[in-house]
Antibody
Framework: QVQLVQSGAEVKKPGASVKVSCKAS????????INWVRQATGQGLEWMGW????????GYAQKFQGRVTMTRNTSISTAYMELSSLRSEDTAVYYC????????????WGQGTLVTVSS | SYVLTQPPSVSVAPGQTARITCGGN??????VHWYQQKPGQAPVLVVY???DRPSGIPERFSGSNSGNTATLTISRVEAGDEADYYC???????????FGGGTKLTVL
């Protein structure tokens, strides 16, 4: 079965960077786009961007342009999301999720990674 | 950018029908997807492509989409349906995912 397993919680200081991993199993890693979605405590879901694991092509929400980088290592079926210049407002749970259909729905999700930004 | 609007909350008694709306400009021309999220858990896809259900999702969950409003309908509501529900579309003009603000379903 499809599984996405994310790295553990992180605590970072303002201005630092964080890199979250998402290890896929149960399917061919290069077959489905990986997206990243975040959720601040008590808030809604916020889409951050997508990556095609086959080509490495990416697309980011305008809000995160210049601060987010999505990459992958196909040899270990793992996607990464790096967010730089962290500020307190970036404190949130970050999720990876696959898109396998043409209409852009997120069918499988990782368990989430809490990133806390605090001085 | 494309905007999806949901009511913050909906309340319903057990056994009744809950309807959660998602408004957007000409949303009927887009494919709408719905997620259920319980506290401390990742979202779960409950309806995709307006009205299709993933395997394992009860038939009590259904969806419709027309004009400027999409609707998630939950029939015979159970206590276990209490959760936050989010609608989502893929905005092909900007190649971006878009979520509604979420609706908290309370089972009275």
């Amino acid at each position: 079965q499809v599984q996405l397993v994310q790295s553990g919680a992180e605590v970072k200081k303002p201005g630092a960077s964080v890199k979250v991993s998402c290890k896929a199993s149960g399917y061919t890693f290069t077959s489905y786009d990986i997206n990243w979605v975040r959720q601040a405590t008590g808030q809604g879901l916020e889409w951050m961007g997508w990556m095609n694991p086959n080509s490495g092509n990416t697309g980011y929400a305008q809000k995160f342009q210049g601060r987010v980088t999505m990459t992958r290592n196909t040899s270990i079926s793992t996607a990464y999301m790096e967010l730089s210049s962290l500020r307190s407002e970036d404190t949130a749970v970050y999720y990876c999720a696959t898109i396998s259909g043409a209409s852009g729905y997120f069918d499988y999700w990782g368990q989430g990674t809490l990133v806390t930004v605090s001085s | 950018s494309y905007v999806l609007t949901q009511p913050p909350s909906v309340s319903v008694a057990p056994g009744q029908t809950a309807r959660i709306t998602c408004g957007g400009n000409n949303i009927g021309s887009k494919s709408v997807h719905w997620y259920q999220q319980k506290p401390g858990q990742a979202p779960v896809l409950v309806v995709y492509d307006d009205s299709d259900r993933p395997s394992g999702i009860p038939e009590r969950f259904s969806g419709s989409n027309s004009g400027n409003t999409a609707t998630l309908t939950i029939s015979r509501v159970e206590a276990g349906d209490e959760a936050d529900y989010y609608c989502q579309v893929w905005d092909s003009s900007s190649d971006q995912g878009v979520f509604g603000g979420g609706t908290k379903l309370t089972v009275l």
